[in-house]
């Protein structure tokens, strides 16, 4: 059964960061993109960041550049969001997805929750 586990969400003030982990189980993801998206209540699901299989080429949307940045362990099949500078736009339930290209994702986890106060 294949499985994407976000974690690292929770409440934080304006300025503040956190770091959400996403770790995949249950297959091979070999040459796998991995990447996050948010969707914010009454807002449909955006793109935020993505990584390629071997980590050399990342892309984020513009409203996280400088402030966001991916990274990732294949020895742990995990992707990380490291977010700073967090602002209250930033508020969403981020899920993590995964698949065979940079943008299109065949797994998706159940999503975790970050809320910036101001």
């Known amino acids: 059964q294949v499985q994407l586990v976000e974690s690292g969400g929770g409440l934080v003030q304006a300025g503040g960061s956190l770091r959400l982990s996403c770790a995949a189980s249950g297959r091979t993801f070999s040459g796998y993109a991995m990447g996050w998206f948010r969707q914010a209540p009454g807002k449909e699901r955006e793109f935020v960041a993505a990584?390629?299989?071997?980590?050399?080429?990342?892309y984020f949307a513009d409203s996280v550049k400088g402030r966001f940045t991916i990274s990732r362990d294949n020895a742990k099949i995990t992707v990380y969001l490291q977010m700073n500078s967090l602002k209250p736009e930033d508020t969403a339930v981020y899920y993590c997805?995964?698949?065979?290209?940079?943008?299109?994702?065949?797994?998706w986890g159940q999503g975790t929750q970050v809320t910036v106060s101001s």
């Open positions: 990584i390629n299989w071997s980590g050399s080429s990342t």
């Open positions: 997805g995964a698949g065979p290209r940079v943008l299109s994702y065949d797994y």
